[in-house]
């Protein structure tokens, strides 16, 4: 009997991700995650009824954690934006992620160069501040003293409903982040 690499990874990983993702299986999908009326810190604040909270479903526990006033959802049309001319770790992040999201859920995103993050453009950037996009988008959103803040390996993963930030003090950093961003993933149809 002959297997596809994605029914082989969905038969070994099925389990352990399905158990760690109940209640939160709409964040790929047309409904959006509830927020999470939470200060940072808080971890077993309400969560509009029946979900976890977010901080659970993240090993290690973030150093902080809160809700926002909106959701991203994820479609085929997504791209995972890299800089023109991206690192190799750009490439890895990318790379990673639309491999991920190919084997667990047959979503099959491309990655997109750009010397731009798009303005009202749905994307996701992942990578280090020496990513120009990351940097430059750190920089708009008001973000550097806080990547920076958490020391060479911390991260700030950010979702608004048009940006999908990872941003790694350094290339560890921007590897955890993705880390933990792979574990919020869900998808309606698990």
């Not at 002959?2 to 990874?9: G, K, Q």
């Not at 099925?14 to 009326?37: E, I, K, N």
């Not at 979900?51 to 006033?69: A, K, M, N, T």
């Amino acid at each position: 009997m002959d297997v596809t690499r994605r029914e082989f990874l969905h038969a070994v990983t099925g389990a352990a991700v399905g158990s760690t993702l109940a209640g939160h299986d709409a964040f790929l999908q047309s409904a959006p995650l509830a927020p999470l009326p939470m200060a940072a810190g808080q971890s077993n604040a309400p969560c509009d009824g029946a979900c976890l909270s977010l901080q659970s479903l993240i090993f290690p526990e973030p150093q902080e954690i809160s809700g926002s006033d909106s959701d991203f959802v994820l479609d085929d049309k997504v791209p995972v934006v890299v800089p023109s001319n991206p690192s190799k770790e750009d490439l890895l992040l990318a790379g990673s992620l639309v491999n991920e999201l190919s084997d667990r859920f047959g979503m099959h995103l491309k990655t997109e160069r750009a010397t731009k993050l798009a303005a009202n453009k749905r994307a996701i950037l992942m990578g280090s501040l020496e990513n120009p996009l990351v940097k430059q988008h750190c920089a708009e959103m008001e973000l550097m003293a806080s990547v920076q803040g958490h020391g060479s390996e911390g991260y700030v993963l950010r979702t608004g409903s048009n940006t999908v930030l990872v941003a790694g003090n350094g290339d560890r950093g921007a590897f955890y982040g993705l880390q933990s961003l792979r574990q919020l993933l869900a998808n309606e149809k698990n």
